[in-house]
């Protein structure tokens, strides 16, 4: 390999077809004489503009389009090296960083030799050794090309905002319950929103025996066996599922206040006393009327329950979860759109207020296509305000552009599968730790279940792996009529 | 070994007794001046030799018949093959030069075209070693033929073109021997007796075409000649193509010897026409009927035969070659290349044009 051009952090270099180098890869540019390295990664790989190629083609092909047939007596044995030379490639890399020392820099501001500099392949092990990817807590993400492992640490993604997209089947969930499995088994404590309830069989292997982890996943199916009691609630925390979810207006929200703080008062805080109460309200017409359809939304979801027997909290959970790791997960498979927003409001609600009392230290929130369930104004407040608290987010989403622009900006790691769509790349390639020639070029071309792992996690050094496989019962398969069972 | 030189036997071609010595002491002589040049430092160079051709003499006699002779496309199948040949200075040594040559050999039969390209040869030509290359190439060819060495070791830089020449002829040659009843197109003229192109080699060359019931049409892409000091060539009636127009009364002085009488051919509406010598031994039949023959069985764009464009095209050095064969002896006998100043382009910046080769 030869360098060939420098233009900002872009490097050029001549790739001979015995020296083979794909995108994803990493080279060392080494100019001894100065002492130092650059580390690039090859973006794109493209055939080097060697002159009279277009010739050479052109000559095979005569008028009537169809090739040219002949016999080449070639004594002295040219041709291939004018194959050699005709698919000599030109690799476009990003310089990712420079090399002095034994140290890492994100320098990319010296110019190496281009005559002196050796070029070589860096493995990912070398890599990740030189940018120090280890960790005392690992998850093994899975194989590189070079047959080596992408190790992470679980510390890394600990405080920190997390984004797993791709198109539809490329193994996002899978890898989403790679690492809350791992987390979990770090003692960490996670909730996951479970859309199509497919993490409810966490605990169970492949062969429907229990695994592991089944003591420490906490499945909630609300109106089942998550409800909860009015009496165990914050005002806060209904006050927000009736504004957030339900869109009570601010006239109407005041007397809801009122009544519950009386009912609070006399120790009736019930849904059957708040229905009658309500009922009964000698108020403005439209504001009874607005609470009561409130009240029928809350009663219809089947989620609030007069018996505290019945009510599975969801504290007990996250305790359970906090000394133990665990992950409680939400299943709202089957659960109505109005009821889903309920249920979150109430479990964040729930969860902010446990930390900031607390009884909990970190929650890694996990939330599948969390569009469809999370207001709006919460977006900020989950990569802002509830990071201080101490939720931990991880968005897994295969519509990159319902997640918000401000979100990427802040996200400190990536895991991004295959996109075809220019569009969806183009939303991904907004995220700060990520450059766009590398998220448009790299993932474009992704096979299934291979992951560009780019953040924090892989201290910015964008890395393709094969995301291992795990011995979990699958749940996320899409239902099929053409199948043979 | 040898066997595989042999152009003809695997499409049909008569089978004669083909004289396979040239190719042979090509690739001897190459690798044996390389052997020379091993470890040595190349100072490159793309300048491209066009083809020795022979000055043409401008008689004033020469007359353009105004009567075109009418030209109706013959289909009946025909082979059409034509030759051509290319060189290429690919660098200097400190002692001499390294060049290149091909030649290429293409048909058409059965409406599709087939070529043969032989080489490229790579020799190392050094003021020592160029009188031993050329003679034994030559006596590899006149060993059969004459027998005997006559001719003089050109100067190094005539020595690329008159390899190709040479190669060039013997490509001719075995063509002349193994094409029956075709037409065999060459580039160039029927001109002899110069230094690359001795008259009795071409007299053998036509000779054995028209014992195969061959007839060689040369193809000039460019012409000197002219007539009430107008170029041939741009003196065209206006009179339907395709046709030929004849000259009359061209004589060069000895010891040039013109084979061919001397045409204008405008082939279709294209707004171009060539120089084309036909064997002067053939009857004016046959001179014609080769013609047509060509006509109907040839792509002519632009009133030029496409198999000889393609013999052309196939044995021309792109680039990306020349970078392949300076990979080549840089592997293979370790000669390292290096870039020296051009001085035109050092003294005179953009005003020098670098060196000119003649």
Same mark, same amino acid.
């Given at each position: 390999?030869?360098?060939?051009?420098?233009?900002?952090?872009?490097?050029?270099?001549?790739?001979?077809?015995?020296?083979?180098?794909?995108?994803?890869?990493?080279?060392?540019?080494?100019?001894?004489?100065?002492?130092?390295?650059? +580390?690039?990664?090859?973006?794109?790989? /493209?055939?080097?503009?060697?002159?009279?190629?277009? #010739?050479?083609?052109?000559?095979?092909?005569?008028?009537?389009?169809?090739?040219?047939?002949?016999?080449?007596?070639?004594?002295?044995?040219?041709?291939?090296?004018?194959?050699?030379?005709?698919?000599?490639?030109?690799?476009?890399?990003?310089?990712?960083?420079?090399?002095?020392?034994?140290?890492?820099?994100?320098?990319?501001?010296?110019?190496?030799?281009?005559?002196?500099?050796?070029?070589?392949?860096?493995?990912?092990?070398?890599?990740?050794?030189?940018?120090?990817?280890?960790?005392?807590?690992?998850?093994?993400?899975?194989?590189?090309?070079?047959?080596?492992?992408?190790?992470?640490?679980?510390?890394? +993604?600990?405080?920190?905002?997390? +984004?797993?997209?791709?198109?539809?089947?490329?193994?996002?969930?899978?890898?989403?319950?790679?690492?809350?499995?791992?987390?979990?088994?770090?003692?960490?404590?996670?909730?996951?929103?479970?859309?199509?309830?497919?993490?409810?069989?966490?605990?169970?292997?492949?062969?429907?025996?229990?695994?592991?982890?089944?003591?420490?996943?906490?499945?909630?199916?609300?109106? /089942?066996?998550?409800?909860?009691?009015?009496?165990?609630?914050?005002?806060?925390?209904?006050?927000?599922?009736?504004?957030?979810?339900?869109?009570?207006?601010?006239?109407?929200?005041?007397?809801?206040?009122?009544?519950?703080?009386?009912?609070?008062?006399?120790?009736?805080?019930?849904?059957?006393?708040?229905?009658?109460?309500?009922?009964?309200?000698?108020?403005?017409?439209?504001?009874?009327?607005?609470?009561?359809?409130?009240?029928?939304?809350?009663?219809?979801?089947?989620?609030?329950?007069?018996?505290?027997?019945?009510?599975?909290?969801?504290?007990?959970?996250?305790?359970?979860?906090?000394?133990?790791?665990?992950?409680?997960?939400?299943?709202?498979?089957?659960?109505?759109?109005?009821?889903?927003?309920?249920?979150?409001?109430?479990?964040?609600?729930?969860?902010?207020?446990?930390?900031?009392?607390?009884?909990?230290?970190?929650?890694?929130?996990?939330?599948?296509?969390?569009?469809?369930?999370?207001?709006?104004?919460?977006?900020?407040?989950?990569?802002?305000?509830?990071?201080?608290?101490?939720?931990?987010?991880?968005?897994?989403?295969?519509?990159?552009?319902?997640?918000? #622009?401000?979100?990427?900006?802040?996200?400190?790691?990536?895991?991004?599968?295959?996109?075809?769509?220019?569009?969806?790349?183009?939303?991904?390639?907004?995220?700060?730790?990520?450059?766009?020639?590398?998220?448009?070029?790299?993932?474009?071309?992704?096979?299934?279940?291979?992951?560009?792992?780019?953040?924090?996690?892989?201290?910015?050094?964008? +890395?393709?792996?094969?995301?291992?496989?795990?011995?979990?019962?699958?749940?996320?398969?899409?239902?099929?009529?053409?199948?043979?069972? | 070994?040898?066997?595989?030189?042999?152009?003809?036997?695997?499409?049909? =071609?008569?089978?004669?007794?083909?004289?396979?010595?040239?190719?042979?002491? =090509?690739?001897?002589?190459?690798?044996?001046?390389?052997?020379?040049?091993?470890?040595?430092?190349?100072?490159?160079?793309?300048?491209?030799?066009?083809?020795?051709?022979?000055?043409?003499?401008?008689?004033?006699?020469?007359?353009?018949?105004?009567?075109?002779?009418?030209?109706?496309?013959?289909?009946?199948?025909?082979?059409?093959?034509?030759?051509?040949?290319?060189?290429? !200075?690919?660098?200097?040594?400190?002692?001499?030069?390294?060049?290149?040559?091909?030649?290429?050999?293409?048909?058409?039969?059965?409406?599709?075209?087939?070529?043969?390209?032989?080489?490229?040869?790579?020799?190392?030509?050094?003021?020592?070693?160029?009188?031993?290359?050329?003679?034994?190439?030559?006596?590899?060819?006149?060993?059969?033929?004459?027998?005997?060495?006559?001719?003089?070791?050109?100067?190094?830089?005539?020595?690329?073109?008159?390899?190709?020449?040479?190669?060039?002829?013997?490509?001719?040659?075995?063509?002349?021997?193994?094409?029956?009843?075709?037409?065999?197109?060459?580039?160039?003229?029927?001109?002899?007796?110069?230094?690359?192109?001795?008259?009795?080699?071409?007299?053998?060359?036509?000779?054995?075409?028209?014992?195969?019931?061959?007839?060689?049409?040369? =193809?000039?892409?460019?012409?000197?000649?002219?007539?009430?000091?107008?170029?041939?060539?741009?003196?065209?009636?206006?009179?339907?193509?395709?046709?030929?127009?004849?000259?009359?009364?061209?004589?060069? !002085?000895?010891?040039?010897?013109?084979?061919?009488?001397?045409?204008?051919?405008?082939?279709? !509406?294209?707004?171009?026409?060539?120089?084309?010598?036909?064997?002067?031994?053939?009857?004016?039949?046959?001179?014609?009927?080769?013609?047509?023959?060509?006509?109907?069985?040839?792509?002519?764009?632009?009133?030029?035969?496409?198999?000889?464009?393609?013999?052309?095209?196939?044995?021309?050095?792109?680039?990306?070659?020349?970078?392949?064969?300076?990979? =080549?002896?840089?592997?293979?006998?370790?000669?390292?290349?290096?870039?020296?100043?051009?001085?035109?382009?050092?003294?005179?910046?953009?005003?020098?044009?670098?060196?000119?080769?003649?």
């Amino acid at each position: 390999m030869k360098l060939y051009k420098k233009e900002g952090n872009i490097l050029q270099v001549i790739s001979f077809p015995t020296e083979s180098a794909e995108k994803g890869d990493y080279l060392l540019v080494e100019d001894q004489e100065a002492g130092k390295a650059l +580390i690039a990664q090859v973006i794109d790989v /493209q055939f080097a503009a060697v002159p009279g190629v277009l #010739e050479e083609l052109l000559r095979t092909l005569p008028d009537g389009g169809e090739p040219l047939q002949g016999e080449d007596i070639d004594p002295m044995e040219i041709a291939p090296h004018i194959t050699y030379i005709q698919d000599a490639s030109l690799l476009i890399c990003k310089i990712r960083a420079t090399l002095e020392n034994d140290t890492l820099s994100p320098s990319s501001s010296w110019l190496p030799s281009r005559s002196q500099s050796t070029i070589k392949k860096l493995s990912v092990p070398m890599l990740m050794k030189l940018a120090k990817i280890d960790g005392k807590l690992p998850i093994v993400l899975g194989g590189t090309k070079d047959s080596s492992l992408l190790t992470i640490d679980a510390s890394a +993604i600990d405080g920190t905002l997390n +984004i797993i997209t791709g198109k539809k089947g490329c193994g996002k969930s899978h890898l989403s319950k790679l690492l809350m499995v791992n987390l979990v088994g770090y003692k960490a404590t996670v909730v996951v929103f479970d859309l199509n309830g497919e993490y409810t069989s966490l605990g169970m292997s492949n062969d429907g025996k229990r695994n592991m982890y089944y003591d420490k996943i906490h499945t909630l199916t609300p109106g /089942q066996n998550f409800k909860v009691a009015l009496e165990q609630l914050h005002l806060n925390t209904v006050m927000g599922i009736l504004v957030n979810a339900l869109h009570l207006p601010g006239t109407s929200a005041r007397e809801f206040r009122r009544i519950w703080k009386m009912l609070k008062e006399k120790g009736k805080l019930n849904m059957q006393e708040l229905g009658e109460e309500i009922r009964n309200l000698n108020c403005n017409q439209h504001v009874r009327d607005a609470l009561a359809s409130r009240f029928h939304s809350l009663a219809n979801s089947g989620f609030f329950t007069d018996s505290p027997g019945e009510a599975t909290l969801l504290d007990e959970s996250l305790m359970k979860a906090r000394d133990q790791g665990g992950a409680i997960v939400i299943n709202l498979k089957n659960t109505s759109n109005i009821d889903r927003q309920i249920v979150v409001e109430y479990a964040l609600g729930k969860l902010v207020d446990s930390l900031s009392n607390w009884k909990l230290k970190a929650v890694f929130l996990f939330a599948e296509e969390a569009h469809l369930y999370l207001r709006e104004t919460y977006w900020d407040d989950i990569v802002t305000r509830m990071r201080h608290f101490g939720i931990f987010t991880t968005f897994i989403t295969n519509q990159p552009d319902t997640i918000q #622009e401000n979100i990427y900006r802040q996200a400190d790691n990536i895991f991004l599968f295959n996109f075809t769509n220019e569009h969806d790349l183009d939303v991904v390639s907004r995220a700060a730790r990520v450059d766009a020639e590398t998220v448009r070029s790299i993932a474009h071309d992704l096979p299934p279940h291979h992951c560009l792992t780019l953040g924090r996690v892989v201290s910015d050094f964008p +890395i393709v792996a094969r995301v291992r496989a795990l011995d979990i019962k699958t749940m996320g398969e899409t239902r099929l009529f053409f199948n043979n069972n | 070994m040898i066997e595989q030189y042999t152009i003809t036997n695997k499409y049909n =071609f008569p089978q004669p007794n083909i004289d396979t010595a040239l190719p042979q002491r =090509f690739l001897e002589q190459s690798l044996n001046s390389l052997r020379q040049v091993q470890h040595q430092d190349l100072q490159l160079n793309h300048q491209t030799f066009p083809l020795l051709s022979v000055a043409d003499q401008c008689p004033s006699s020469l007359q353009l018949k105004t009567e075109p002779i009418q030209l109706k496309p013959d289909r009946q199948e025909t082979l059409v093959a034509a030759v051509d040949t290319s060189t290429i !200075k690919i660098g200097e040594t400190a002692t001499g030069i390294i060049i290149a040559v091909r030649g290429a050999i293409t048909w058409r039969q059965n409406h599709s075209y087939k070529y043969t390209r032989l080489g490229p040869f790579i020799f190392h030509i050094t003021e020592d070693n160029k009188n031993a290359v050329f003679n034994t190439l030559e006596h590899a060819y006149f060993c059969t033929t004459y027998g005997s060495m006559h001719q003089s070791a050109p100067n190094m830089m005539q020595m690329p073109m008159r390899l190709a020449s040479l190669l060039e002829r013997w490509m001719q040659t075995m063509l002349a021997k193994t094409v029956g009843n075709g037409v065999i197109l060459f580039d160039g003229s029927l001109t002899s007796g110069t230094i690359d192109t001795p008259t009795q080699r071409l007299r053998e060359i036509l000779s054995h075409a028209r014992r195969n019931g061959s007839t060689v049409l040369a =193809f000039s892409k460019a012409t000197t000649l002219r007539a009430n000091g107008i170029l041939i060539t741009e003196q065209l009636p206006n009179h339907e193509p395709p046709y030929l127009l004849e000259t009359l009364g061209l004589h060069f !002085k000895p010891p040039t010897t013109l084979l061919g009488d001397v045409y204008v051919a405008r082939l279709n !509406k294209a707004n171009f026409a060539f120089r084309l010598d036909i064997d002067r031994e053939a009857s004016e039949e046959q001179r014609i009927g080769a013609v047509q023959k060509l006509l109907g069985n040839d792509l002519y764009k632009q009133s030029y035969p496409e198999t000889l464009r393609l013999s052309h095209i196939l044995c021309t050095f792109t680039a990306n070659e020349v970078l392949a064969i300076k990979h =080549f002896i840089t592997r293979k006998h370790g000669i390292q290349i290096v870039n020296r100043p051009d001085m035109h382009r050092l003294l005179f910046g953009p005003f020098g044009s670098g060196e000119i080769y003649s």
